[in-house]
């Protein structure tokens, strides 16, 4: 029997930074499960696959894909444009 893992999210898990509450849900229906923060510090990013953000990304851990919205973003607030694997 295959090793099970309990309480495990749907896949792709994604965070929503930076939008209003109407259009958190409009991107997160997009993902297996979602969540809408304020703060990339009031989760453990480990447990998340993407971060859907209007805001800067520079304090995503580098393993998120990151998808960028506009807003505060621009390039210079990803890791670094010579690591785009995370970059979408």
Do not use: C
Not at 18 to 46: C, H, N, Y
Not at 56 to 69: K, Q
Request: aromatic share 8%; charged share 25%; glycine share 6%.
């Amino acid at each position: 029997m295959p090793p099970r893992v309990i309480g495990e999210q749907v896949k792709p898990r994604a965070l929503i930074l930076g939008f209003d509450e109407a259009t958190a849900k409009r991107i997160g229906m997009l993902f297996g499960s979602w969540k809408p923060i304020e703060e990339l510090a009031e989760v453990e990013q480990q447990e998340w696959d993407v971060l859907v953000t209007a805001r800067s990304a520079v304090h995503a851990e580098y393993h998120l894909y990151v998808i960028s919205a506009g807003g505060e973003t621009s390039q210079s607030s990803f890791h670094s444009l010579s690591e785009p694997d995370n970059v979408l």
